[in-house]
T-cell receptor, first 113, second 119 residues
Framework: TQLLEQSPQFLSIQEGENLTVYCNSS?????LQWYRQEPGEGPVLLVT?????EVKKLKRLTFQFGDARKDSSLHITAAQPGDTGLYLC?????????????FGKGTRLSVIA | GAVVSQHPSWVICKSGTSVKIECRSL??????MFWYRQFPKQSLMLMAT?????????EQGVEKDKFLINHASLTLSTLTVTSAHPEDSSFYIC???????????????FGNGTRLTVT
């Protein structure tokens, strides 16, 4: 079973358009993180959200954590070709430093110039 | 910042041989490292948690005798794929948290992965 459901799986848009990626679960997460992965490389952290209802902005990216800490969204404004990549949400279920992250299936974004 | 180094970045081996992948934390000590596997166009699946000085914890469905993990020092964990078969071909990625910021909220630092191809 997939603990974190991510949608859409694939997204192809034109430069300048806006988009939203969703990450949903039936489980409550102590925190959720968003990563971006380029082909042949490891994921790189974009943001961590901890508090229910929290909103964080990173330039044109806006991240939101649901009030119940079961879901999160990533919104990109005015997408650019450089935003192309695999976006992964990941969560920690347990409150310990040695807790691994569980990952969603990812959203493969392609921004066409 | 914290860096995790993985070696080799790619390897091609024949079916039946063993392959060792190294994961090093370069500027911090990691008592725990995590090994993930990623098949093409799929997400990361946790294989095992590597614990320094003790046995690794394997996820359900991962054969511990096939994927040998050794975490002999605070900066090095190794994953050995024994008697590799073509279905073991995948992208293997290790990760660790910097203990200076160690909590469930702190991010994982990932190596750049190892692409294993078994022919």
């Amino acid at each position: 079973t997939q603990l974190l459901e991510q949608s859409p799986q694939f997204l192809s848009i034109q430069e300048g358009e806006n988009l939203t990626v969703y990450c949903n679960s039936s489980s409550v997460f102590s925190s959720l993180q968003w990563y971006r992965q380029e082909p042949g490389e490891g994921p790189v952290l974009l943001v961590t959200v901890v508090t229910g209802g929290e909103v964080k902005k990173l330039k044109r990216l806006t991240f939101q954590f649901g009030d119940a800490r079961k879901d999160s969204s990533l919104h990109i404004t005015a997408a650019q070709p450089g935003d192309t990549g695999l976006y992964l949400c990941a969560g920690a279920l347990r409150l310990a430093g040695n807790t691994p992250l569980v990952f969603g299936k990812g959203t493969r974004l392609s921004v066409i110039a | 910042g914290a860096v995790v180094s993985q070696h080799p970045s790619w390897v091609i081996c024949k079916s039946g041989t063993s392959v060792k992948i190294e994961c090093r934390s370069l500027d911090f000590q990691a008592t725990t490292m995590f090994w993930y596997r990623q098949f093409p166009k799929q997400s990361l699946m946790l294989m095992a948690t590597s614990n320094e000085g003790s046995k690794a914890t394997y996820e359900q469905g991962v054969e511990k005798d096939k994927f040998l993990i050794n975490h002999a020092s605070l900066t090095l964990s190794t994953l050995t794929v024994t008697s590799a078969h073509p279905e073991d071909s995948s992208f293997y990625i290790c990760s660790a948290r910097d203990p200076r910021y160690s909590s469930y909220n702190s991010p994982l630092h990932f190596g750049n992965g190892t692409r294993l191809t078994v022919t």
